[in-house]
């Protein structure tokens, strides 16, 4: 009979590494399902569920990110204040002229953990506009997404 052993990480024991990624080249969605994957870290065989083992990730060239199908016309994000007329609906079109950073950073926050683990996780990514971003000291490597 053979035993194996499951290695559970510690915060302590964990080497980060930093992606950038194209939002250019693929889908929001996939995109978002991918970089949430890495922020997560269960792109390792090290991952462990109660700690934050995922690396960092650089989305560049956000305001060219691709919504496919009838998306562009027919998606809207709701916020609702809890008075009375306070809801509000915004078309994702509209958004992504105006701040195409938080589009992105809503899909891939809705697919974090709801809990502070995924406020964490949240954290270490970072979206800019262009394809100019203030990271390359840390000399990140490029992330390839499944198409």
């Known amino acids: 009979m053979v035993l194996t052993k499951t290695t559970m990480m510690r915060a302590v024991d964990i080497k980060r590494h930093w992606y950038v990624v194209d939002a250019s080249r693929y ?3 996939r995109l978002a399902s991918r ?3 890495i922020l997560m870290g269960k792109h390792r065989p090290t991952y462990t569920p109660h700690c934050d ?3 960092f990730v650089i989305v560049i060239n956000a305001e060219k990110a691709k919504l496919t199908g009838s998306k562009p016309d027919k998606k809207k994000y709701q916020t609702y204040s809890m008075y009375p ?3 509000r609906t915004i078309a994702v079109e509209r958004w992504m002229q105006e ?3 938080h589009v992105v950073l809503l ?3 809705r697919m974090l953990p709801k809990s502070k683990l995924g406020k964490a996780m949240i954290k270490k990514l970072k979206i800019v506009r262009g394809t100019d971003h203030p990271h390359t000291a840390q000399r ?3 992330l390839i997404v499944k198409k």
């Open 85 to 87: 007329g306070g809801q």
């Open 35 to 37: 970089v949430a994957e």
């Open 99 to 101: 701040k195409p950073e």
């Open 27 to 29: 889908p929001l969605g």
């Open 53 to 55: 083992t995922g690396d």
């Open 140 to 142: 990140p490597e490029e």
């Open 107 to 109: 899909a891939v926050r």
